[in-house]
């Protein structure tokens, strides 16, 4: 089934452009219409940004390209590999500023993104495989508003956010940065930043990702991580007709406790989150991700477990435990596995599929939460005597 069409804000520059669009720009410089595949290719299939490198064009096209400002829309300034497979890429924008982007092994159990080879669609036959999938994590924003207390990308603020052609631009380089025999399959809107802050950016970006013509991914295959921006999530569910996965970051049970780590919860609070979830228009056998992060002394006894479990009656969700990942700065902690299996166990128990989250790129700082702009000075902002 092709990806839903939602109606788009105009493209900020020649990346942006789907092909009907290039086809009228190229209209306009007197170039026949059917060039405009030929453009769009050369950068959302091939990864081509120099004009020159596209052989195909004639000169006088490529030289109104060059003229147009067609270029790469970041490079990479630093390249970690982590001991368990994961890549952490820092990203340089063409401002100078920077971002960071995660290339991820996939199969384990509370993955956002699992390897799979199910069919598209109910009767197509499973497609075989022939290369090794991973996932790659993508940031929408430099730095980010939301001020979760737990999480190292908003610590020094937003800064600014993302285009789509920076969006993009992430997944182009995942694929070029990948191994041999390994390929993006699975994309999680989950680095720096809050994806749905950045809307309009956002839905180019993931119309763009998902052309046939291009990067060709499926939406089944991206997942959309949000601290709960509940407007935004309706217009989502909407535009894309709840084909792309949702992941809703909860990390706590009472108004009380989730307004301390997570100040969006004062503007949306948690009823009308849930209530917000009961109503996206997830396609059948799908669920909706819980993001919750366990914080020591915080919200990780077996009652928020039972209370969870209360809360989330009646939706169609699986529950990621994370136990918190290391932030510099940051008086707050990870509580021991056996209190994280303690509350799986109580999830389990009230009927609702629950996975740990195993830890990954911990040594590179590119876990869960770890992303963080470069180099910024870094504000931890949290009451760690309140909500306990």
């Not at 109606?7 to 405009?36: C, K």
């Not at 569910?237 to 406790?257: I, M, N, R, Y």
Request: hydrophobic residues 40%; contains cysteine; charged residues 25%.
């Amino acid at each position: 089934m092709p990806a839903p069409r939602p109606e788009l804000v105009p493209p900020r520059g020649p990346i942006e452009r789907l092909p009907e669009e290039w086809a009228d720009v190229l209209a306009g410089w007197g170039q026949p219409r059917f060039r405009a595949l030929q453009v769009f290719r050369w950068i959302h299939l091939r990864n081509v940004f120099d004009p020159e490198q596209m052989t195909d064009l004639p000169k006088t096209l490529r030289a109104r390209l060059a003229e147009e400002g067609l270029a790469a829309p970041m490079e990479v300034a630093l390249f970690h590999r982590s001991t368990d497979g994961t890549r952490k890429m820092l990203l340089r924008l063409s401002d100078g500023k920077d971002i960071e982007s995660v290339l991820l092994p996939q199969g384990a159990p509370g993955d956002l993104a699992q390897t799979n080879d199910e069919p598209e669609e109910e009767g197509e036959r499973p497609r075989q495989i022939t290369f090794t999938p991973i996932s790659q994590c993508i940031s929408t924003q430099v730095g980010c508003a939301m001020g979760c207390v737990f999480c190292a990308s908003g610590v020094a603020g937003l800064k600014r956010h993302l285009s789509a052609a920076e969006i993009v631009g992430q997944v182009l380089i995942g694929r070029a940065k990948a191994d041999a025999g390994e390929q993006v399959r699975n994309v999680v809107l989950m680095g720096m930043g809050e994806p749905l802050h950045n809307y309009d950016a956002v839905a180019r970006a993931l119309v763009l990702l998902s052309h046939p013509d291009g990067i060709g991914l499926s939406t089944r295959r991206v997942t959309l991580s949000t601290s709960g921006l509940v407007p935004q999530i309706d217009r989502l569910g909407s535009d894309f007709a709840g084909l792309v996965q949702l992941a809703v970051s909860l990390h706590a049970v009472t108004d009380e406790k989730r307004s301390l780590l997570m100040p969006i919860n004062r503007k949306h609070a948690i009823g009308e989150l849930m209530e917000c979830l009961r109503r996206y228009p997830m396609p059948p056998r799908r669920r909706i991700t819980i993001e919750y992060t366990l914080i020591a002394g915080k919200n990780d006894d077996p009652r928020d477990a039972t209370a969870l479990a209360k809360l989330l009656e009646g939706i169609p969700v699986k529950v990621n435990l994370i136990p918190m990942n290391p932030v510099e700065g940051s008086p707050l902690s990870s509580p021991g596995m056996r209190s994280v299996e303690a509350f799986q166990s109580r999830l389990h128990a009230a009927g609702i599929p629950a996975f740990i989250r195993r830890t990954r790129g911990d040594d590179i700082a590119a876990a869960c939460g770890q992303l963080a702009l470069h180099g910024e000075k870094r504000k931890i902002r949290v009451d760690v005597s309140a909500g306990g």
